[in-house]
């Protein structure tokens, strides 16, 4: 079991300082400081993962010392802290980074700052016994209150807003990174109060899954973020019929430009019109005899080869970005599919 558990944490350290690197060395495609933040996330879990394969060979892994360890419940703040930057980057909150972290980091700071630098003397817990015994103490409980606040942290951040408009990640990716953060967060509150050596090793798995994750997505799928907004105006409506339905859809689809938003769907945007889906469907049918999906997806398109041919020398992955696509799969899938060709054939085809 124990050359098993080796063997899987090399993976980790190799894997995660090989994201790194990748990452490091295409930091400049984005317009934030995500793959900043995720190369420096991923050498330093290699470092941790590192001295976690000496610990376990020595025998002294967090599920065999004591209870509350200063350094096992301040130290994964700042590292909590620092998973917390990612989402914040891509997600774009209109609120300014300067009063965004003050407001999150100040507060943990302090504690943390507190939690190692004030000269505390620790009371060791081996047993639930010196917990309870020791429970009132005021060492005791401000570790008690760190990994309390810790957990909390983790689930704030599916509290933080998402705008399609600002941001240049995709909704689910975002959750998907909320709930894996969440995830490593309470493995790591319950290995603190039980010490159970199966919690160390779903830890590290979730740790292993978290970071190839968003390795795969920023270096895969993730569209560059756009440096400015487009100057092209959105294309004209088609001419609309003598249909009230169809005309409010024309109408509600340019509102706030809703047909770029990556969120839009048949069924939300019947709701939005306070109609259901079927009539939605139909009008499509009728006036475009194309589906609500193709009709979108046509005018994204559409509005990509337009800009395309009268400025080839846009990047297109901030175009892509801005009619709606996060993930490059997706937008390079639909864009052959509309022109018969891809992207780089397309503007080959231009010049």
């Known amino acids: 079991m124990k050359y098993i558990a080796t063997l899987f944490l090399v993976l980790m350290m190799v894997s995660h300082a090989t994201c790194g690197v990748l990452l490091w060395r295409r930091r400049n495609e984005t317009g934030d400081y995500s793959r900043y933040i995720q190369a420096v996330l991923s050498w330093a879990s290699s470092f941790f993962t590192m001295t976690f394969i000496f610990r376990t060979w020595a025998e002294t892994t967090t599920a065999d010392g004591a209870f509350f360890e200063p350094e096992h419940t301040f130290v994964p703040i700042i590292f909590q802290m620092t998973y917390f930057l990612y989402p914040l980057e891509v997600i774009r909150p209109t609120v300014g980074r300067t009063k965004v972290y003050a407001i999150l980091f100040a507060p943990l700071l302090l ?141 509600s689809l340019d509102m706030n430009d809703k047909w770029r938003s990556p969120e839009l769907s048949l069924t939300s945007f019947a709701e939005q019109l306070g109609t259901n889906r079927t009539y939605v469907g139909d009008a499509f049918k009728r006036n475009t005899e194309m589906t609500f999906v193709e009709y979108i997806t046509h005018r994204r398109i559409d509005y990509v080869v337009e800009t395309l041919k009268s400025k080839p020398d846009v990047n297109i992955h901030e175009l892509f970005n801005y009619v709606g696509y996060r993930q490059r799969s997706t937008a390079w899938r639909n864009f052959q599919k509309v022109t018969g060709m891809t992207p780089h054939e397309f503007l080959e085809s231009i010049k």
């Open 111 to 251: 504690l943390v700052s507190v939690g190692l630098c004030a000269g505390i003397e620790y009371t060791p817990l081996y047993t639930y016994t010196d917990v309870w015994n020791h429970i009132g103490e005021f060492n005791v409980l401000l570790r008690l209150f760190a990994l309390v606040m810790m957990l909390l942290y983790c689930f704030s951040l599916l509290l933080v807003p998402y705008d399609w408009k600002q941001s240049c990640a995709d909704k689910k990716f975002i959750m998907s990174y909320a709930l894996g953060f969440c995830l490593i967060g309470l493995l790591h509150f319950i290995i603190q109060i039980t010490h159970m050596y199966q919690f160390v090793l779903l830890h590290q798995i979730a740790w292993f899954g978290f970071f190839m994750l968003v390795a795969y997505y920023e270096l895969k799928e993730r569209l560059l973020v756009p440096h400015t907004a487009a100057e092209q105006e959105i294309a004209e409506a088609p001419q609309s019929s003598e249909d009230k339905l169809w005309a409010q859809i024309l109408l």
